[in-house]
């Protein structure tokens, strides 16, 4: 028990602050997820399915971009325990990354050969995630001064405004491509008007720019940067695979069966994100605390996911078709193939993040490329032969695969952990 009034007081302030969190990023991440569930509903009621399925296609590659925007991401700088680099080093590096994320999307768009709406609405999400990084810099900093309630304020600010302004801009206009503006405009004055000074109150202030220190984050997140990019390609390979042999209408409707994946990947954000530090913290003084938080949390996902796949076999289908207005009939078993690979990719994602903490990079990133390369072949072999079908059984079955390779590597790490403790936080520090 604390021996000291000052002891409680702390204790009683960390509760209240790791509820105060909990519950913001609670929020603040659903409405981050979810707003583009109703993107998608305002796209195909106003629209109709073929600018819906463009729409889809558009922000889930702007989502594939953001991976290079981001780079090694925030969880990478949350839990940076190195002393080489600052704050202020991963500003000036996602200002380069960035940078790249705009000319690879154009560059992307040229080779496919888009154009006119198309080539437009994508490039317009790329920058409105540009915006995204930018955000997720900031939110870094601000989660390490345990204020991880104003992310989720800042989150929840920038989905309901984005929401409305495209909204209110479609129903007058029913142009998608000017609708999008309106995203873009939704997050750049939160930015400007709430993170920026709450990013300032912490204490943070930019300094010189090094060349070197920015090379050598490039350097030390390019495992990070790699298996993430690749992990968003194997969740998209499907799509991509359908997008090269189906039409714009078919590409709505594996958007729609497709978006409860999206709703655990955000389940498991939403059990790691108020445990970032306690990764951190558990890594450097405790081996059976970092293991034992990892699988209380995979546990808890695993729990929430059976819910989910009896929630999805009673009412799915009717719900989404409700929501959606679109015929969804015969997708009822695509449906749970979905959220089954959606279960284990929000597993990964813990299992990930135990990685990151341990710098054990380069090993998933390899896992990575051996699972992107299954993804590939997968993709290409069951849509050619099943179409819609198809993608969702290679979904489901690159997610297992991704999973089982992952869960090897983590227990073989784990027990070289358990075994060297010290040795191993000495490593992680100096990469």
């Known amino acids: 028990m604390p021996s000291t009034k000052t002891e409680i007081d702390k204790s009683s302030l960390d509760s209240v602050n790791l509820r105060k969190n909990f519950i913001w990023n609670l929020i603040g ?13 305002i796209v195909t009621r106003l629209n109709g399915v073929d600018d819906a399925g463009i729409f889809s296609f558009a922000f889930s590659t702007a989502a594939f971009f ?27 590096l996602k200002a380069v990354t960035c940078t790249m994320m705009l000319l690879v999307g154009l560059t992307f768009c040229s080779l496919r050969g888009y154009s006119g709406d198309k080539f437009i609405i994508i490039m317009f999400l ?88 920015i090379w050598y984050l490039l350097k030390i997140g390019f495992f990070t940067f790699g298996f993430t990019f690749l992990n968003l390609y194997i969740i998209n390979a499907t799509r991509y695979a359908l997008d090269s042999t189906s039409s714009d209408s078919v590409q709505t409707i594996y958007g729609i069966i497709a978006m409860p994946a999206t709703v655990l990947s955000l389940v498991g954000q939403y059990l ?19 293991q034992n938080l990892v699988f209380k949390l995979c546990l808890a996902l695993l729990g929430i ?26 997708n009822e078993l695509g449906l749970i193939f979905v959220i089954i690979g959606g279960i284990f990719n929000a597993l990964v994602l813990i299992i990930s993040t135990a990685l990151v903490t341990m710098r054990r990079t380069s090993d998933q990133f390899w896992i990575y490329c051996i699972a992107s390369l299954a993804a590939l072949v997968l993709s290409n072999i069951l849509v050619g032969s099943s179409g819609i079908f198809g993608a969702y059984l290679g979904y489901m079955l690159s997610m297992i695969i991704l999973f089982v390779i992952y869960i090897g590597v983590f227990l073989y790490r784990l027990h070289e952990f358990k075994n060297n403790p010290d040795q191993e936080v000495q490593r992680a520090t100096r990469e």
């Open 126 to 213: 790329i920058v409105f995630r540009a915006l995204e990084t930018i955000a997720e810099c900031a939110y870094a900093v601000i989660q390490k001064k345990d204020r991880l309630y104003q992310v989720g304020q800042s989150m929840f600010i920038k989905a309901v405004g984005s929401l409305i302004g495209f909204f209110i801009v479609d129903y007058l206009t029913h142009n998608v491509t000017l609708a999008c503006t309106m995203i873009i405009v939704a997050n750049l004055l939160p930015i400007i008007f709430f993170d920026l000074p709450r990013l300032f109150r912490t204490g943070f202030h930019f300094g010189g720019i090094n060349a070197w220190r």
């Open 29 to 41: 991440s659903t409405a981050s997820a979810f707003v583009s569930l109703f993107y998608m509903m």
């Open 272 to 290: 790691i994100q108020p445990f970032l530090t306690n990764f951190k913290k558990f890594f450097a003084t405790d081996a059976y605390k970092f």
């Open 305 to 330: 996911g059976l819910i989910c796949i009896g929630a999805a076999a009673l009412l799915g289908i009717p719900v989404l078709e409700l929501l959606y207005a679109v015929d969804l009939s015969g």
């Open 66 to 92: 953001l991976v290079i925007g981001t780079y090694s991401g925030r969880t990478f700088q949350v839990t940076d325990k190195n002393k080489r680099t600052t704050d202020s080093d991963y500003f000036y």
